[in-house]
């Protein structure tokens, strides 16, 4: 067990032996803030199931996958990935500031794909198809890039004229609120031309808290649009209370819910999976229960589709 791993049980008085810790190749990582909001005394706690590498992530499953949504099949160029008309994703990072262990790109060659010298091939891609209105900024995660690295890669985005709007996925204002980017990010949002979306993933409402409350004004105010996607996981929100709290939580700190994503069957997550039937259900719950803006769309992405397919 390692140091990272003995020092969380250790801060949260838990029992190294109970917990039936395996270490792989996608080690351990969360961010001191995080791990604040994980409840001391509970190995149950839905947060740290998110975050600690078990046993059962060496189960070979035969229907998961290394790649489950097929990023590598829609990649014209390293960094760069093209699957739905009028938009692409940008990878600025192969960093996070947490390990989520369901994370659809924990085998991710981050090595071959993402590097800062990627961006100008990416980029001239871009500017040359003047049907892409849109940039998503993934990884990894953006906000694990240096601030000037971040705005420099932004105002090379925004100098190709056809781009019209930036999107944002990050869960780093969720998971490490305190090391979230702010001034010169912050500078220039205010002055930026493009319309301004940022998708934070959370998946559970003890995740929020006033730190994250605190950013997410910060960046309501400086013109961004902020919704929140969430993974439909076992033993961690799948239940119609969990969901509802979310959905009242996340509106609370001025964020509404966008998308309730089925598990991305990536080989060594097949422990957090929900059934269609279960996940139907609980959507068809909180439609009853929560009013329309607070219902995420329930939806499961399948390699090559043209879109997310709602279930």
Known sequence: MTSAIKS??????????????????????????????????????????????????????????????????KNPTPSLIHKYHGRVLLMASPKCDIHCRYCFRRHFPYEQQINQRHWQAALDIIQADSSIHEVILSGGDPFSLSESALVNLIEKIEAIEHIQTLRIHTRTPIVAPSKSPQTTFLGWAKSSRLNKMMVVHCNHANELSEKTAGLLTLYRDTGFHLLNQSVLLKGVNDDTQSLENLSHALFKQGVLPYYLHQL????????????????????????????????????????????????
Do not use: M, W
Request: charged share 25%.
């Open 264 to 311: 991305d069957r990536v080989q060594g997550a097949s422990h957090f999976e929900v059934s269609d039937d279960i996940a139907q259900t609980l959507h068809e719950t909180l439609r009853k229960s929560l009013p329309g803006y607070l219902v995420p769309k329930l939806v499961r992405e399948i390699a090559g589709e043209p879109y997310k397919t709602p279930l």
């Open 8 to 73: 969380l049980c250790q801060t949260l008085n838990l029992e190294e032996n109970s917990l039936n810790v395996h270490e792989s190749a996608f080690r351990f990582k969360a961010h001191a803030d995080f791990i604040a909001q994980i409840e001391p005394n509970n190995p149950n706690d839905p947060l740290l199931k998110q975050i600690l590498p078990v046993q059962l992530e060496t189960h070979i499953h035969p229907d998961y996958k290394y790649d489950p949504v097929g990023d590598l099949q």
